[in-house]
């Protein structure tokens, strides 16, 4: 990991979300070079489910060697962000680093997605974002250090990370657009970048999204607080970067990243937003470039299923199993290309109408394209085959949104009885 050189000892971080996960992981990197830690988040009392308080990252702060100010800070109240920033002005005399790591996350398609729910994201994510940076801002000013970093993604446009959670994605967005501004904004004044995890992180909220076992396929929130660290470091010229935490920490000369894994040598999960394969057929918005014309790709017409074998026998039997319920659930489409006999391309459409399965290309762009071998193909949908372990090692190869393969699999298990 890597190693504190003691460069924030005596500086005042103002964190929100900082009383778990990725927040509580940068406060405590700090704490050990001697930082003073404002703790700014909603959390007084244990949760059941969602472990940690403001007082009780206090006492973990302060036992790691930094001096920390609890402070009861809903993001959506402006007037709590402002009492928020006073206190820790007058207890430590300023603010040098701000983190905006406070976020909501809901990932629901438009109709299922309600409205306070939206709001909740808009206003945690997006506002609460540019209303602390706005607080802490005239004291940032001031600062030699003089850090903003937002917990956001690089702005990609590629459709695909809008079609099954837009909600979510423009507040995130918001927090992204934030860091373009106010870069310009105040450069020479205060380094404003954002970063963002290469893989799946585990979280408590992790947990919630992906179920029991998820841990295995993530890293720790350790990767995050030292790439954190690492910008920290940096001069108030290192300003506009969206950063990926491997990708810095390799420039700092880590290598063995099996140290972060919750279960080194298992396969991760790679995080939202990013395009891990690039000829998905969508482009990716070029950084401070214009934003790219997206072409409809003309598809070929869908032929009519005149096959038969395993493979035809394994789609009749998912056919049978497909209901009104089970696509409004699961809201993909998903390609599959075989090879083998009996291959060729396939489809299953988990989206339109009452669902559809065939040979040959769907009528819509797939969300999720999977290619494997006829045989591993039956296996996998008749449950002798795990699909997420084999193709994140390697022997099923995926293309699209891992979530939503992630969601097929679970589909698969409701239907293997049948298979």
Not at 126 to 135: E, F, H, N, V
Not at 237 to 247: H, K, L
Not at 321 to 349: N, P, R
Request: net charge positive; glycine share 8%.
């Amino acid at each position: 990991m890597l190693p504190n050189t003691g460069k924030l000892a005596g500086c005042t971080v103002f964190i929100t979300g900082a009383s778990r996960g990725i927040g509580k992981a940068i406060a405590l990197k700090a704490a050990k070079d001697g930082a003073n830690i404002v703790i700014a988040a909603k959390t007084t009392q244990t949760h059941p489910k969602l472990p940690g308080t403001i007082y009780t990252a206090a006492e973990e702060i302060e036992a790691a060697g930094g001096r920390a100010l609890p402070c009861v800070v809903d993001v959506r109240d402006e007037q709590q962000i402002n009492s928020a920033v006073e206190k820790a002005v007058e207890k430590f005399g300023g603010i040098d680093i701000l983190v905006n790591n406070a976020s909501a996350i809901s990932l629901t398609n438009t109709l299922e997605t309600p409205t306070k729910r939206v709001d909740l994201m808009m206003s945690v994510n997006t506002r609460g974002t540019y209303l602390t940076s706005k607080a802490c801002i005239p004291y940032l000013r001031k600062s030699k250090i003089a850090h903003i970093l937002n917990l956001s993604p690089p702005l990609n446009l590629n459709p695909m990370w809008f079609k099954q959670h837009c909600a979510y994605t423009i507040a995130k967005y918001g927090m992204s657009m934030c860091v373009l501004g106010m870069a310009e904004e105040f450069r020479g004044e205060i380094a404003v970048n954002a970063l963002w995890p290469k893989t799946a992180i585990h979280t408590a909220a992790m947990d919630m999204l992906g179920g029991s076992g998820i841990e295995s396929q993530c890293r720790k929130v350790e990767i995050i607080a030292d790439a954190a660290y690492s910008i920290f470091r940096k001069p108030k010229s290192f300003t506009g970067n969206f950063i990926i935490d491997e990708n810095i920490l390799k420039e700092e000369g880590i290598k063995n990243f099996d140290i972060y894994a919750v279960k080194p040598g298992q396969p991760l999960l790679p995080d939202f937003f990013l395009d891990e394969y690039p000829d998905v057929g969508i482009k990716k918005m070029e950084s401070h470039g214009p934003v790219p014309e997206i072409k409809e790709e003309k598809l070929r017409p869908q032929p009519k299923p005149q096959r038969s074998g395993p493979v035809e026998e394994t789609f009749r039997i998912v056919k049978d199993s497909l209901s009104d319920d089970v696509v409004k659930a699961t809201q993909a489409i998903y390609q599959f290309e075989l090879s083998g006999e009996d291959g060729g391309t396939w489809f299953l459409d988990l989206k339109n109408k009452s669902g559809n399965v065939g040979y040959g290309e769907p009528s819509d762009r797939a969300d999720v394209v999977m290619s494997m071998s006829t045989d591993d193909f039956v296996k996998m949908f008749s449950g002798k085959l795990k699909p997420t372990m084999a193709f994140m090692s390697g022997k099923l190869k995926i293309k699209g949104n891992m979530a939503l393969a992630i969601k097929l699999e679970k589909l698969m298990n409701q239907m293997n009885s049948r298979l």
